[in-house]
C-alpha cells in the first residue's frame, strides 16, 4: 500500500514572503531618494531666493542714489521715483527694511528665511521705514531727505 505525501506549502510561502521583502526594500529606497532630494531642493531653493533678493536689493538701492543725486542737484526741491520690484521672489514673500544708521537695505524672506543686506551710497540722510515686497515710491525732500514707501 502507498501512502500520499501531503503537498509542501512551501513554495507558496517562499513566493509571498520574496514579494513582500521586495516591495519592502523598494519603499524603503524610494524613501531614502525623496530625503536626500529633498535637502536638496530645499537648498537650491535658499541659494535662489538669496540671489533673487541680492537683485532685488542692488535695483533698490540704485534707485535710492538716483534720486539721491537728482534731489542734491541744486534747485530741486523735491524728487519723487517709482521702482517696480516683484511682490514675491522665487514663490515667497519679502519685506524690505532701510537702516539709516548703517545705510543698509535688509531683505527678508519669509519661506524658506533668508536675509540680505545691501550698502546704498547716498549724501543725503535716509529715513528709517519697512515695507513689504513690490513696486516701492522713493522720495527725496530736502527737510527729511530720502525716504522708501510702498
Known amino acids: 500500500m502507498s501512502r500520499a505525501r ?29 530625503v536626500a532630494a529633498g535637502g536638496f531642493v530645499s537648498d537650491e531653493r535658499e541659494r535662489v531666493t538669496e540671489t533673487e533678493l541680492d537683485v532685488v536689493g542692488n535695483r533698490l538701492a540704485a534707485g535710492i542714489e538716483s534720486v539721491d543725486r537728482i534731489g542734491a542737484a541744486p534747485g530741486e526741491s523735491r524728487v519723487e521715483a517709482r521702482v517696480r520690484l516683484p511682490p514675491r521672489v522665487a514663490g515667497t514673500t519679502y519685506t524690505i527694511e532701510v537702516l539709516p544708521a548703517s545705510n543698509e537695505l535688509v531683505l527678508t524672506s519669509t ?19 519697512r515695507v513689504d515686497g513690490g513696486d516701492v515710491t522713493i522720495t527725496y525732500d530736502p527737510s527729511s ?5 510702498s
Open 6 to 34: 501531503p503537498r509542501s506549502t512551501d513554495r507558496g510561502v517562499s513566493t509571498a514572503l520574496g514579494y513582500v521583502l521586495t516591495l519592502t526594500i523598494t519603499v524603503v529606497l524610494i524613501s531614502g531618494l525623496m
Open 111 to 129: 519661506d524658506p528665511e533668508v536675509t540680505v543686506r545691501v550698502s546704498v551710497e547716498t549724501e543725503t540722510s535716509l529715513a528709517a521705514s
Open 145 to 149: 531727505g530720502v525716504e522708501v514707501a
